[in-house]
């Protein structure tokens, strides 16, 4: 992890809030292209300048397979539901790149290429991104779940942002919050979804997975139908649905449903997946780094591309995770929010600790038979920091 000072870097500024719950999901996704327009713009030159043309070229056309994988799978998708929502993400990336005025962007190694704004919108999106997830599942049957979102690159943001979206389906309507990288569709980091009588929640993190060039379909797309229609469609089934994927990724989703409380972690990469539900018994564990858990570690083998040095550092994550949290557990009070910040505030482990100074913005939930509290909060946690609490009942 590199650690360079940056004066004026987005992690130190506040999380801001974009509503955009009044406008329909199209809609909403082009004012978000609006709101991130100039960052983006400053992202994709960045982008376009390191490309040789020859990789360029084939970046583009691997975005313009995806969108042609894209529009079949629309129409020729076994589960109507999944094809419906894919159709949504379409609609909301196109709208997206208009927002954002792709069309407008100019650069000499663009000279003679051929593309639309989805096209530039989609090789944006061929990016992953790093932190530390994990579930706790309470003597109350309830769950914790947290989710540091870190990026290397503190120049890949303006500001800090978590937009709000409103989502109907028939007579069905939920509010969906999702962190946003400015030169990516909500989905790949930490959102909540909500309506009068559930809860759903996402927290992903990348995993070290090679390219397979011979697919089409990005992970990150996944990650925006699981956070927007996760409470309506299992994860699994859309993530079997839309592969197989270029990349991959990890991510736990907890959800609430009447009285039942679930959490599970899904694993993906390429044609492969791997899911493991959190057990039902108190202080069963679930915890995410940027690698492969050790039970899925075997199967993703061939297309695991982590160094080794990473490979040790991340193992000595997960080894000093399962101590706090055992820790932890001893001394957990009613005010369960504040007993897990403790271990989001931990700057043990140095660069590789949970308060590094390259996490950009920490989520930390608790889902009850009752309620569900939320806190939430810009850069590494730290005691003395402000944050945003949030609670709804059922």
Not at 353 to 365: K, Q, T
Request: charged share 20%.
């Amino acid at each position: 992890m590199n650690k360079d000072s940056q004066e004026g870097r987005a992690v130190n500024s506040s999380l801001k809030l974009i509503d955009l719950r009044k406008y329909d999901i199209v809609h909403a996704h082009f004012l978000l292209g609006q709101e991130v327009r100039n960052q983006v713009h400053t992202i994709l030159q960045r982008k376009l300048s390191v490309l040789t043309p020859q990789k360029l070229k084939s970046e583009i056309d691997l975005a313009k397979k995806c969108r042609s994988d894209i529009e079949e799978k629309i129409h020729r998708q076994r589960d109507r539901a999944v094809s419906a929502a894919l159709e949504r993400y379409w609609n909301c990336l196109n709208a997206w790149a208009n927002g954002a005025e792709l069309e407008a962007v100019n650069h000499p190694n663009l000279e003679g290429v051929a593309f639309t704004p989805a096209d530039l919108g989609l090789l944006l999106q061929m990016e992953n991104d790093g932190c530390q997830i994990g579930a706790y599942r309470m003597a109350d049957g309830g769950i914790v779940i947290w989710h540091t979102e870190e990026e290397m690159d503190h120049a890949r943001f303006d500001k800090l942002r978590i937009a709000s979206f409103n989502i109907s389906l028939g007579t069905k309507t939920w509010e969906v919050f999702s962190f946003i990288y400015p030169d990516l569709l909500p989905g790949p980091a930490f959102g909540w979804v909500h309506d009068s009588r559930s809860v759903f929640v996402q927290a992903v993190a990348s995993l070290p997975i090679k390219p397979n060039l011979q697919y089409s379909i990005i992970a990150n797309i996944a990650t925006w139908i699981i956070l927007f229609w996760g409470n309506e469609i299992d994860s699994k089934t859309i993530i079997s649905e839309l592969g197989p994927f270029i990349d991959g990724y990890a991510l736990i989703t907890a959800s609430k449903d009447k009285h039942v409380i679930n959490a599970s972690r899904v694993e993906f990469g390429h044609e492969l997946i791997i899911a493991q539900s959190l057990d039902r018994l108190p202080g069963s564990l679930i915890y995410q780094t940027n690698a492969f858990s050790n039970s899925s570690e075997r199967a993703f083998r061939k297309i695991n591309a982590i160094q080794p040095r990473y490979s040790y550092l991340y193992h000595q994550r997960e080894v000093r995770n399962s101590k706090a949290v055992s820790k932890l557990e001893k001394n957990i009070t009613e005010d369960v929010l504040s007993s897990f910040y403790d271990l989001i505030c931990s700057e043990t482990g140095k660069d590789f600790a949970y308060a590094n100074l390259d996490v950009m913005g920490y989520f930390l939930c608790y889902i009850s038979s009752s309620s569900t509290q939320i806190k939430v909060g810009s850069g590494p946690a730290h005691h003395d920091k402000n944050y945003k609490l949030l609670s709804f009942a059922y």
